[in-house]
């Protein structure tokens, strides 16, 4: 493919400036005032969905009458988490620097699942792990991987206390096995609940 001609049957690079410029100056915008909304939207449940059509279109809409829809319809329906009165569930990351990174990851799309479908982002990984065990003052010993959400993190940490406590659960399941035991206080993620149900262990 010659250089500039972009990939075949996508937008063309010049479409996608254009494209990028009036998104970077929407976000811009709305960083600029993030009180300038309410925190939570004055919309009554099913408004959306009673806004959009029922059926998918027979043909594709031009990414401006898409973006449009974004402006008049899903922003007024949203809980806004980066506005400076929202203390609900976590901090926002929708930050200057996450907005410019998650455009970049999305331009590469990779996907770090081994060293080979990824050199640079598995590695990256591994730095960016390890500076974080340096910074809260762990010992060499220490690894980890990132992953998308808390929810995912404890599903992983007691799939691996699991394997820990029974190793044949991998070979032949739980059945069979004593009981195991799951210790959280009573202000614990729901997410403990759903890990144990899906590592079959139960809530008992």
Not at 30 to 35: E, R, S, W
Not at 68 to 88: I, K, M
Not at 176 to 198: I, M, N
Request: aromatic share 8%; net charge negative; hydrophobic share 40%.
């Amino acid at each position: 493919m010659p250089p500039g001609e972009g990939n075949p049957g996508d937008l063309s690079p010049g479409e996608l400036r254009r494209l990028l410029t009036r998104a970077s100056a929407w976000v811009e915008a709305y960083l600029a005032t993030p009180d300038g909304v309410r925190v939570f939207p004055d919309v009554e449940p099913g408004s959306l969905r009673a806004a959009l059509p029922d059926t998918p279109p027979d043909a594709p809409e031009p990414l401006d009458d898409a973006f449009a829809d974004f402006q008049e319809l899903v922003v007024p329906a949203l809980t806004h988490w980066n506005h400076p009165r929202f203390f609900g569930y976590f901090p926002s990351s929708g930050s200057v620097p996450g907005i410019v990174g998650e455009l970049l990851a999305a331009a590469v799309n990779t996907n770090a699942m081994i060293w080979h479908a990824s050199p640079g982002g598995t590695e990256l990984e591994e730095v960016a792990c390890d500076w974080l065990r340096q910074l809260l003052g762990l010992p060499p010993a220490f690894d980890g991987v990132i992953n998308d959400t808390a929810s995912s993190s404890t599903l992983y940490a007691l799939a691996a206390a699991r394997g820990r406590a029974f190793p044949e659960a991998a070979a032949s399941g739980l059945a069979g096995l004593p009981p195991g035991r799951v210790y959280a206080s009573q202000e614990a993620h729901a997410s403990v609940d759903k890990a144990v149900v899906t590592l079959g262990m139960g809530r008992e």
